[in-house]
């Protein structure tokens, strides 16, 4: 066959490969950039590079393949590094899979060797184009349901998944290496062995998805918890409130008497001493309105209260929120977790370094943005991924983050993290509102 229709024959097969990558990475993973040219340019280059490999050097295809397949999904999409590194491994095993179950099912069907298979151009094609097919089928069966961020699942759940997933790999490959040593036709064994091969590695998915529930049932079950323990102290709150608005009621006549005897006699200065006195007490015990939503703004009125019985300096631009669509529980588990560690980085600075919080709350069309900035020790982060806890027991601590950008995520938003010039930067834009553009 003239190179011509080699060419035109590669084009459908290297286009089947690149929208089977773009779909299984993005809708696993999601995209990391929001500069839609980038990935267009990407997935064009594996498309020319695909059809000149297939002309010239048909023999490191594969090897291409892979190291492309984990280069994308680690460079260009979002997730955990673990995250990435699973779904490049998963990808590039299926395609393998398929490729291998496809020659072995025309060696079979056709009676040809797979030596015999490679040296016909027609019949090698065409079973490239079904072997593509094939996996493009297999992506769209797994992912069809799949449109929400990936939970964290530890890593060592990806790490044994993976390890099977190639443990596949390589029995399918040993059948594809007996059966190319002898020289002929493949069996219905050998058939039948690539079958359940490739069984064996879907049901992988399928096993991955069970850590991915029991993964999101733990977060939901670990956000229930701390929103009944902040509830637990916000009731204490509220009920050291009622106590002292009943100790306020039961000695309001007295000091609206007194009150009136020193504005009658026009004792100004006594007045006024006596209100700088009495009012501060009246207001410690009543919730402020920041928001009008009376869940936010108790919570902010717990930890502003926390805060600035440590000496720390909290400034709030809040404003009036309108309804949002979300649970009022994910955001007050956000502002929670966002501001209890910021109380906690200023309560490590020394004594005479400044400690000061900064919170703003701003409604903008159909998103929320949520801005805390806190003094703070250096902190290590890197491309605004969460930073590491310090603390020893690392898998009971450094939790409250990473919950947050689950809910976050859950909320089709995002989550950045930053230090700079002793500052800790945490930046939320979550949607408020069906419909609009994150970026």
């Known amino acids: 066959m003239h190179l011509e229709g080699n060419a035109l024959l590669s084009i459908p097969i290297a286009l089947l490969d690149a929208v089977t990558f773009a779909l299984f990475f993005e809708r696993f993973l999601g ?37 492309i397949g984990f280069t994308i999904a680690y460079t260009l999409y979002k997730g955990t590094r673990m995250q990435r590194l699973f779904c ?43 072997a593509k097919t094939i996996a493009l089928g297999l992506v769209i069966f797994i992912s069809s349901n799949r449109l929400k961020p990936l939970s964290p699942v530890p890593y060592y759940y990806h790490l044994l998944l993976l390890l099977i997933t190639y443990i596949c790999v390589f029995l399918s ?11 002929a036709p493949a069996t219905m064994i050998h058939v039948i062995s690539e079958l359940a091969i490739i069984v064996l590695s879907i049901l992988v998915f399928f096993v991955f998805e069970k850590f991915q529930r029991y993964a999101e049932q733990e977060t939901y ?10 509830d637990e102290r916000r009731f204490y ?13 039961h000695d309001l006549t007295n000091h609206l008497m007194c009150i009136r005897r020193l504005s009658t006699t026009q004792q100004y200065d006594m007045l006024n001493n006596y209100l700088d006195e ?36 909290v400034i709030l631009n809040v404003s009036v929120l309108p309804d949002f669509y979300f649970s009022p529980v994910h955001l007050n588990v956000i502002l929670g977790n966002a501001l209890d560690n910021a109380i906690e980085a200023c309560n490590k600075l020394p004594d005479d370094h400044s400690r000061y919080i900064s919170l703003d709350i701003k409604a903008e069309e159909n998103w929320l943005s949520i801005r805390v900035v806190n003094s703070s020790l250096p902190v290590n982060v890197k ?17 409250g983050l990473n919950i947050v950008n689950q809910l976050v995520r859950r909320n089709e938003g995002v989550m950045h993290c930053k230090y700079e010039n002793g500052e800790f930067m945490f930046l939320v834009r979550i949607r408020s509102k069906p419909g609009g553009s994150i970026l």
Request: with cysteine; net charge negative.
């Open 88 to 130: 490049g491994g998963l990808l590039t095993a299926y395609v393998f899979v398929s490729e291998t179950v496809t020659v072995l099912a025309s060696s079979y069907f056709l009676g040809y060797s797979l030596v015999e298979i490679a040296a016909n151009p027609l019949v090698f094609y065409v079973g490239a184009f079904v």
């Open 173 to 183: 490959y040993a059948v594809y290496f007996f059966v190319n040593q002898s020289e």
């Open 31 to 67: 995209r990391k950039y929001g500069l839609i040219r980038l990935y267009v340019v990407t997935y064009s280059a594996y498309f020319v590079i695909n059809i000149c490999l297939s002309l010239f050097y048909l023999g490191i295809l594969a090897a291409f393949s892979v190291i």
């Open 221 to 230: 079950t670990t956000v229930i918890e701390q929103q009944l323990s902040q």
């Open 237 to 249: 709150l509220i009920d050291s409130q009622i106590a002292e608005i009943q100790n306020l009621k």
């Open 383 to 399: 491309d605004g991924s969460i930073p590491l806890t310090d603390k020893e027991d690392k898998a009971h601590h450094g939790l």
């Open 278 to 313: 009495y009012l501060p007490k009246a207001e410690k015990v009543i919730t402020r309105s920041y928001t009008g939503k009376p869940s936010v703004d108790s919570i902010l009125s717990e930890k502003v209260a926390i805060a600035e019985y440590g000496n720390i300096n």
